[in-house]
């Protein structure tokens, strides 16, 4: 697996769906080899050699030389890591500064682990010179996509196998490029996500960010803050941060701060410690989302969700939770809280949740149901037949 950021990265959920799915494939009797970067999608980046081992992972560093940046190596369930740290860049800025050592080490797996199968996702050029190298060394290129960046069908040209979170997204590629992709649901890590104990307070929203709805939330916390006060509402951050949101209110003409109902926390390095406390999950997302991690997430914690009704995520629900719509004027190019009565229909969800106790039962039962399709045993037999297909 090769990756233009850090596998274990917090706030990406495209990146830790890779990570588990090479995870399954390791379990499953495949040798797996990972190489990534530190780049991280966290607005602010801690110190990489802290976070992973605060992970508890037992990280051997190669320290910087004058013509070479540390690497971090280290094992993890069954899994070999090479991390190339790129310190401060993201994960599409430290191309410039340090591909061609990235290059290196990706050429020198090539050589001595020649790899059967290069799993990755990414298309910028360095990428694809790399998917290019891989291919004409025997490897089969098994590409994820996790977004609507690709739809060109050239780009596919070179791969062997496309892999997809969801029949949502495998049927916009089918029908738009006629790229034929295997859809398989989010794989999860259950000791990363499940919470061991749970006090379920919060109304709940994750990385409140402009694509995943932070002009739409500014307005529903203002309503809930001042019409139901005694609803705990908690943004954790990612990409989204405390100060955006108090600038996504003073742009509507409210200041959420004069709310003691409203938290914001940061980010936490596991989404076990999202759902410890989490008594409903918001996600109004504006993009099309390909389908929704942190759903799948909640439901595995038997947390009802209320999401978007945009891109994957009614079929992450998978017949849980709640759909609600978004005004059809909204969207990434917002930049001012929605109209009041855009938040109706969410604010009526969440009164219900929040203080009928039937109906809030009836929901995490159907979230108990729904989780069946995360089923750790059986996913990790589809992905590891997605890999062996790709050697067939």
């Given at each position: 697996?090769?990756?233009p950021?850090?596998?274990q990265?917090?706030?990406?959920?495209?990146a830790?769906?890779?990570?588990?799915?090479?995870?399954?494939?390791?379990?499953?009797?495949f040798?797996?080899?990972?190489?990534?970067?530190?780049?991280?999608?966290?607005?602010s980046i801690?110190?990489?050699?802290e976070?992973?081992?605060?992970s508890?992972?037992?990280?051997?560093v190669?320290?910087?030389?004058?013509?070479?940046f540390?690497?971090?190596r280290f094992?993890?369930?069954?899994?070999?890591?090479?991390?190339?740290?790129t310190?401060?860049?993201?994960m599409?800025k430290?191309?410039?500064?340090?591909?061609r050592?990235?290059?290196?080490?990706?050429?020198?797996?090539?050589?001595?682990?020649?790899?059967?199968?290069?799993f990755?996702?990414?298309?910028?050029?360095?990428?694809v010179?790399?998917h290019?190298?891989?291919?004409?060394?025997?490897?089969r290129?098994?590409f994820c996509?996790?977004?609507?960046?690709?739809?060109?069908?050239?780009?596919?040209?070179?791969?062997?196998?496309v892999?997809?979170?969801?029949?949502?997204?495998?049927?916009r590629?089918?029908?738009?490029i006629?790229?034929?992709?295997t859809?398989?649901?989010?794989?999860?890590d259950?000791?990363?996500v499940?919470?061991?104990?749970?006090?379920?307070?919060?109304?709940?929203?994750?990385?409140?960010?402009?694509?995943?709805?932070l002009?739409?939330?500014?307005?529903?916390?203002?309503?809930?803050?001042?019409?139901?006060?005694?609803?705990?509402?908690?943004?954790?951050?990612?990409r989204?941060?405390?100060?955006?949101?108090?600038?996504?209110?003073?742009?509507?003409?409210?200041?959420?701060?004069?709310?003691?109902?409203i938290?914001?926390?940061?980010?936490?390095?596991?989404?076990r410690?999202?759902?410890e406390?989490?008594?409903v999950?918001?996600?109004?997302?504006?993009?099309?989302?390909?389908?929704?991690?942190?759903?799948a997430?909640?439901?595995?914690?038997?947390v009802?969700p209320?999401?978007?009704?945009?891109?994957?995520?009614?079929?992450?629900?998978?017949?849980?939770?709640?759909?609600?719509?978004?005004?059809?004027?909204?969207?990434?190019?917002t930049?001012?809280?929605?109209?009041?009565?855009?938040?109706?229909?969410?604010i009526?969800v969440i009164?219900?949740?929040?203080?009928?106790?039937?109906?809030?039962e009836?929901?995490?039962t159907?979230?108990?149901?729904?989780?069946?399709?995360?089923?750790?045993a059986t996913l990790?037999?589809?992905?590891?037949?997605?890999?062996?297909s790709v050697?067939?």
């Open positions: 697996m090769a990756l950021q850090m596998p990265d917090p706030a990406s959920g495209a830790r769906t890779a990570q588990t799915a090479t995870e399954m494939a390791a379990a499953a009797g040798e797996v080899h990972a190489l990534g970067t530190t780049a991280t999608e966290r607005r801690a110190d990489p050699l976070y992973l081992c605060s508890g992972l037992d990280v051997a190669t320290p910087a030389t004058s013509g070479s540390r690497q971090f094992r993890q369930r069954h899994v070999e890591y090479t991390l190339l740290d310190g401060r860049f993201g599409t430290w191309e410039a500064s340090h591909g050592q990235f290059d290196r080490l990706f050429d020198l797996e090539l050589e001595t682990f020649s790899p059967d199968i290069l990755t996702y990414g298309g910028l050029p360095g990428d010179r790399r290019r190298r891989a291919r004409r060394k025997g490897a290129i098994a996509v996790f977004n609507l960046a690709y739809l060109n069908a050239d780009f596919f040209r070179d791969l062997d196998a892999l997809t979170p969801g029949e949502w997204m495998a049927e590629y089918r029908t738009a006629g790229i034929r992709s859809p398989l649901p989010t794989p999860l259950l000791e990363d499940l919470a061991p104990q749970r006090d379920p307070i919060f109304v709940t929203i994750v990385n409140p960010s402009i694509e995943k709805g002009f739409f939330f500014a307005r529903l916390a203002e309503e809930l803050g001042t019409r139901h006060p005694n609803i705990a509402v908690l943004a954790i951050e990612s989204g941060t405390a100060g955006m949101v108090f600038q996504a209110g003073l742009a509507g003409g409210f200041d959420l701060r004069r709310h003691e109902s938290m914001i926390a940061g980010a936490v390095p596991k989404p410690d999202i759902f406390n989490t008594r999950l918001l996600v109004p997302s504006v993009w099309e989302e390909p389908s929704g991690r942190v759903v997430e909640a439901l595995v914690n038997h009802p209320i999401v978007s009704d945009r891109g994957g995520l009614a079929e992450s629900c998978n017949g849980a939770g709640f759909v609600l719509p978004l005004p059809a004027g909204l969207t990434t190019a930049r001012r809280p929605v109209d009041p009565e855009a938040v109706e229909p969410w009526d009164v219900k949740l929040a203080f009928d106790e039937g109906f809030y009836d929901a995490v159907k979230t108990r149901e729904a989780a069946r399709m995360y089923d750790r990790a037999r589809r992905y590891a037949g997605f890999f062996e050697l067939a």
